[in-house]
């Protein structure tokens, strides 16, 4: 990912900044147009950080790239957990799941929200952070 | 009196026992650890660094309701709004005590970035706004009380209505090296300001000289040691003058202290200095946590000062004395107010992370310090 497009990502990756529609609608991440009643004019909603795991997967093969660059960091030590987490709030997202061995993670876990590295550029470029969740 | 308004703790979830290190260098396990006297050592997760800790622990500082008691209301030397502060319990709300925070200094021998400070993460990941001044802190294990330090000066000045100041660390150990047995992951966080203090700081004061027994030169990956010259003209040399010189000025004995916690390298040096200054270990014993998690670098003085502070009674008195190699020690003298039992309820304690852990086998522990990894 580009410098300039993650550092505009920043609000939504640290502190889980969606949108809300003035009906009411609320959205992650941010949103242009209400998905609900196609308004525009959205305002930054910042979620609470708490969710439900509402399905999983385990990664035993990372994705890798032979340049050596935008390697995820858990890519680095398999296996790892991918989760869809629905937020409280009601909106899905999909996260790691840390603090968690694969094998006890199950459908309806309580997770809450953590602030891990996602991703570098090599070992010369920007570390990018953000969320994932672990159990509760 | 200014002092401690909130503070927050992490440690990682990971662990390795002192005996699944030992076996694989073919020590005896039970000599290494009557030695460091330490049974096993917190390691942080592939993705977590000294930001990643020092953001959990602002964030734990955070999610508390900030005293509003009748006497904090009429107080108006304080700029601090406490009737705007909301009853948040997640720590991924933003509080509006991190508004009024205008300085942040977070101490680390292990910062993510050689160029590009730490604390402009941690700012951004608590929603101070920008409105703040930040500068990242390295002074060894001494880096975090060394940020504490500024930040109280920040704060008495007039120049930080509060400020965050702390320690977190991801402490490298090249494999086989002795540290490897000790070097951890943790920090803590504390929130200054001049009203509301739930411990006030009496008196802080440092001792420092010219001393290399412990150092990484720019670009190395592990830290080297002078082995035994980190003892006695080190680390003993300093603690015990710093912390004799604070009970000086404070004109104070060791028997008025309910709880003292010194630098912990490991468990044996804070044991032997506490000896020699004559304190007991009962004044220890909160502040002692290097056996369960190893040493946190900047983390370690200050999360035994975090876990007093979970567990101190209004009107007691705390030491603490910090070390960092190269060398120099902060000491700090405290009294906690009644003000801290609303806020201990509210805390996340560090004991919660301390507890709940998972063990690594050495293989899984070289991953997780990235020794080793999937390409
Ligand atoms: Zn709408």
Known sequence: MAVPKFWRQIPALYNLEGSVCGCGALAFPPREVCPKCHAVGLKPHRFRGKGTVETFTIIRTPTTDPEGENIEVPARSIPYVMGIIRLEEGPRLTAQIVDARPEDVRIGDRVELVFRKLLEKGPKGVIQYGYKFRPV | ?375
């Not at chain 2, 500068?135 to 060894?140: G, K, P, Q, R, V």
């Open chain 2, 1 to 375: 009196m200014a002092g401690i308004i909130s503070w927050g703790s992490y440690v990682p979830r990971y662990r390795i026992k002192v005996e699944e290190i030992a076996s694989v260098w073919g020590m005896d396990p039970e000599k290494v650890k009557a030695g460091l006297r330490i049974q096993e050592k917190a390691v942080p997760d592939i993705d977590e660094d000294a930001a990643t800790i020092a953001v959990e622990c602002a964030r734990n500082a955070l999610a508390v309701d900030v005293p509003s008691d009748p006497a904090s209301a009429d107080s108006s030397s304080s700029s601090f709004p406490s009737s705007s502060v909301s009853s948040s319990s997640s720590s991924s709300l933003p509080s509006p005590l991190a508004e009024h925070i205008h300085a942040i200094y977070i101490g680390s021998e292990s910062h993510p970035y050689a160029v590009k400070p730490t604390g402009t993460i941690v700012g951004e990941a608590i929603g101070v706004g920008n409105d703040y001044t930040t500068a990242d802190f390295e002074f060894a294990c001494k880096a975090g009380t060394a940020a504490m330090q500024a930040a109280l000066a920040m704060v008495r000045s007039g120049m930080a209505t509060f400020a965050l100041a702390g320690g977190a660390d991801t402490a490298q150990a090249a494999p086989g090296d002795p540290l490897e047995y000790t070097a951890a992951a943790g920090g803590a966080v504390f929130i200054i300001g001049k009203d509301h203090a739930v411990a006030e700081i009496n008196h802080t004061l440092s001792f420092t000289s010219d001393t290399p027994d412990f150092w990484r030169r720019a670009h190395e990956r592990y830290p080297s040691h002078g082995g035994p010259f980190t003892g006695e003209p080190a680390y003993f040399r300093h603690v015990i003058a710093s912390t004799k010189k604070l009970m000086h000025v404070a004109g104070t004995t060791p028997s008025d202290y309910d709880h003292v916690v010194l630098h912990q390298p490991n468990g044996k040096f804070p044991a032997r200095a506490a000896a020699r200054l004559g304190f007991t270990r009962e004044q220890m014993a909160l502040g002692m946590l290097v056996p369960l998690i190893g040493n946190t670098y900047s983390g370690a003085a200050i999360l035994g000062l975090a876990n007093v502070l979970d567990n101190a009674r209004p009107g007691q008195r705390v030491l603490l004395t910090s070390y960092g190699s190269g060398a120099g020690s902060d000491s700090f003298d405290i009294t906690i107010t009644d003000r801290i039992v609303p806020v201990q309820k509210q805390i996340r304690p560090l004991q919660s992370y301390i507890g709940r852990k998972t063990y690594l086998d050495y293989p899984a522990y070289l991953q997780k310090v990235r020794a080793i990894q999937h390409t």
